[in-house]
C-alpha cells in the first residue's frame, strides 16, 4: 500500500470563492491484483474530488477544481489571512444634489 498526500484547488462558479481541500490518496492492490485508488479525508473513505463539490462559503453546488499545483502559480488567487484594510476614500454620490 502506497499512501500519497494531495492537495485539490476549488472555485466556486456562485460566489467565486477559492479554497483548497487536502487528501491523502491510498494505492491498493486488491483480491485479484488489480490496484485501486481510496481517497481520504481526516481519515474517513469519500469519493475523488469532482466537480459538485458544495462551497464553504455560499453552499452552491457549482464548484470547479484546478489542476494540483494551479494555485502555487496564481497566488492572487489565495485569499489572506488577515481582513483587508479598509479603503480610507470618501463616498462620493454620482449623482447631482437638487439646487433647491
Avoid at 83 to 95: F, I
Wanted: negative net charge; hydrophobic residues 35%; charged residues 25%.
Amino acid at each position: 500500500m502506497v499512501e500519497e498526500f494531495k492537495i485539490v484547488p476549488f472555485e466556486c462558479r456562485g460566489c467565486w470563492h477559492v479554497w483548497e481541500e487536502e487528501y491523502v490518496v491510498r494505492h491498493v492492490d486488491d483480491r485479484r491484483g488489480n490496484e485501486r485508488e481510496v481517497w481520504l479525508r481526516d481519515g474517513l473513505p469519500v469519493p475523488p474530488p469532482s466537480s459538485g463539490v458544495i462551497c464553504p462559503r455560499c453552499g452552491s453546488q457549482q464548484a470547479t477544481t484546478f489542476p494540483e499545483g494551479y494555485l502555487a502559480h496564481h497566488p492572487e488567487l489565495i485569499p489572506s489571512v488577515e481582513p483587508a484594510a479598509p479603503d480610507a476614500t470618501p463616498l462620493l454620490s454620482p449623482v447631482r444634489k437638487p439646487l433647491y
